[in-house]
């Protein structure tokens, strides 16, 4: 058998490069069941390095999906870490963007059941946290697509004391209840990082 076979053959086996797959059989001496078992070696002590996950998962997972790394590690993943805990591993230096995506995965968690806006005041979720956060963020979207005049009028005692006694934000629950768009454009930010900061402090609490 020449070369040329054998590492077609040891491609067959396992999801291995051309050049690798001729330096693992040069390693072996051309015994293409040697050249496996030294793939798959190498690849699990990556995937440890990479993860840090214990040997046992990553040799399960990495058998269960063919030794493909990418999907490998989408699998531990989600072995290790809740959707919220990935969504924040993530989308690690933008919050706005994270607590978007934490307010996608509550609503298709529960889930939760609209007419285009959800009805903050009936809003059945697993705990008052979630409740908390998808009161706070569901304002501010429906406020980004309506504007601030509109989203006075949309449950703005439930928001401004929501903002006020759960995210600490004084400042930008009054300027809801003051109906003070200048005086609310400069909390946002901080109504944005404190809804953020209700995620990471709380994060067992989430999906």
Same mark, same amino acid.
């Given at each position: 058998?020449?070369?040329?076979?054998?590492?077609?053959?040891?491609?067959?086996?396992?999801?291995?490069?051309?050049?690798?797959?001729?330096?693992?059989?040069?390693? +072996?001496?051309?015994?293409?069941?040697?050249? #496996?078992?030294?793939? @798959?070696?190498?690849?699990?002590?990556?995937?440890?390095?990479?993860?840090?996950?214990?040997?046992?998962?990553?040799?399960?997972?990495? *058998?269960?999906?063919?030794?493909? $790394?990418?999907?490998?590690? !989408?699998? @531990?993943? *989600?072995?290790?870490? /809740? $959707?919220? *805990?990935?969504?924040?591993?993530? $989308?690690?230096? !933008?919050?706005?963007?994270?607590?978007?995506?934490?307010?996608?995965?509550?609503?298709?968690?529960?889930?939760?059941?609209?007419?285009?806006?959800?009805?903050?005041?009936?809003? +059945?979720?697993? !705990?008052?946290?979630?409740?908390? %956060?998808?009161?706070?963020?569901?304002?501010? +979207?429906?406020?980004?697509? *309506?504007?601030? &005049? /509109?989203?006075?009028? %949309?449950?703005?005692?439930?928001? +401004?004391?929501?903002? #006020? &006694?759960?995210?600490?934000?004084?400042?930008?629950?009054?300027?809801?209840?003051?109906? !003070?768009?200048?005086?609310?454009?400069?909390?946002?930010?901080?109504? $944005?990082?404190?809804?953020?900061?209700?995620?990471?402090?709380?994060? /067992?609490? %989430?999906?």
């Amino acid at each position: 058998m020449d070369n040329i076979e054998r590492i077609k053959q040891l491609r067959e086996l396992v999801p291995v490069g051309l050049r690798h797959a001729g330096l693992l059989l040069d390693k +072996s001496g051309g015994d293409i069941a040697v050249a #496996r078992q030294l793939f @798959i070696q190498e690849t699990q002590a990556v995937m440890q390095e990479k993860t840090g996950a214990a040997p046992g998962m990553v040799i399960s997972l990495l *058998e269960q999906h063919h030794y493909d $790394i990418p999907r490998t590690l !989408n699998a @531990i993943e *989600e072995a290790r870490y /809740s $959707i919220t *805990e990935r969504i924040l591993r993530k $989308i690690k230096h !933008n919050p706005e963007a994270a607590v978007d995506k934490v307010a996608i995965a509550i609503e298709t968690a529960t889930p939760l059941h609209r007419e285009y806006w959800l009805p903050l005041n009936t809003m +059945s979720l697993p !705990n008052s946290t979630q409740l908390h %956060f998808m009161v706070v963020h569901e304002w501010l +979207s429906y406020e980004g697509y *309506e504007g601030f &005049d /509109s989203a006075l009028c %949309f449950y703005p005692e439930l928001v +401004s004391d929501t903002i #006020r &006694d759960i995210l600490l934000c004084p400042e930008a629950a009054a300027a809801i209840r003051e109906g !003070n768009e200048t005086a609310f454009r400069r909390q946002y930010e901080t109504v $944005i990082q404190r809804l953020y900061r209700l995620v990471t402090d709380h994060v /067992s609490l %989430f999906p």
